[in-house]
């Protein structure tokens, strides 16, 4: 079992920058490839991008060149740094957890809101 808790969202206006953080306690955390998520009002939940347990990232296109995937072995976190944010950022975002081997996020955080104001 994995918890996941997501950290960092909040207000910030267009072209501005977050960092959003998600924290993973239980089973050990270089075993689990991480992803990012999000989940507009009205619309379905969407991949963000994701890391491996070796450290490779993959980007949707609409936030290539402006987030980063990152993560911290040693704290059990995964990183989202999100520059040049968009009005079409506005979201809650969502962290998840595949094992290796797999091939579904069975992990998911509560999400964290991300506002961005025009």
């Known amino acids: 079992q994995v918890q996941l808790v997501e950290s960092g969202g909040g207000l910030v206006q267009a072209g501005g920058s977050l960092r959003l953080s998600c924290a993973a306690s239980?089973?050990?955390?270089?075993?689990?490839?991480m992803g990012w998520f999000r989940q507009a009002p009205g619309k379905e939940r969407e991949f963000v991008g994701s890391?491996?347990?070796?450290?490779?990232?993959y980007y949707t296109d609409s936030v290539k060149g402006r987030f980063t995937i990152s993560r911290d072995n040693a704290k059990n976190t995964v990183y989202l740094q999100m520059n040049s944010l968009k009005p079409e950022d506005t979201a809650v975002y969502y962290c998840?957890?595949?094992?290796?081997?797999?091939?579904?996020?069975?992990?998911w955080g509560q999400g964290t809101q991300v506002t961005v104001s025009s």
């Open positions: 239980g089973r050990t955390f270089s075993n689990y490839a």
């Open positions: 998840a957890a595949q094992l290796r081997g797999t091939y579904t996020y069975a992990y």
């Open positions: 890391i491996t347990w070796s450290g490779s990232t």
